[in-house]
């Protein structure tokens, strides 16, 4: 779709490693300055039965916020039989709206991957603000 609007994006591709040596996954540009963008991603049928996204705990319980991005998106995911995805975003939310939602968010234990998340609604996601980003980045 970025490629389509002709946005110009940095992407870090897929990352394999520790959490310290992540990088940012992802940079859109607005006015010539690279905004640092998260994205959220769920399996469609996820997000419709709990109406939420998990996000990691660790950046919340040990106060690293300039590890959470300027502005998160969810985005959903359809998985077709022939092996292609389709995915649909639901929304953004700017890290200043972001970070306190967070600290009201309770921890909760991933029985599937042995580590604590926060999960949070997804109606604290705004898809004006989504397609306005979309909207406003830069071109390439």
Known sequence: MLDERRIRYESAGTYVGTVEGAPLDFGMWFKGARKNIGIRSRDVSELRRWKEVPYPDD?????????????????????????????????????????????????????????YFRPVALRHFNYSLMRRLLETADKA
């Open 59 to 115: 950046r919340v319980r040990t106060h690293e916020y300039n590890r959470i991005e300027d502005y998160t998106v969810i985005a959903g995911i359809v998985f077709e039989e022939d092996g292609s995805a389709k995915v649909r975003l639901y929304g953004a939310i700017e890290k200043e709206r972001f970070i306190p939602v967070l600290n009201e968010t309770y921890r909760e234990l991933s029985r599937n991957q042995q580590e």
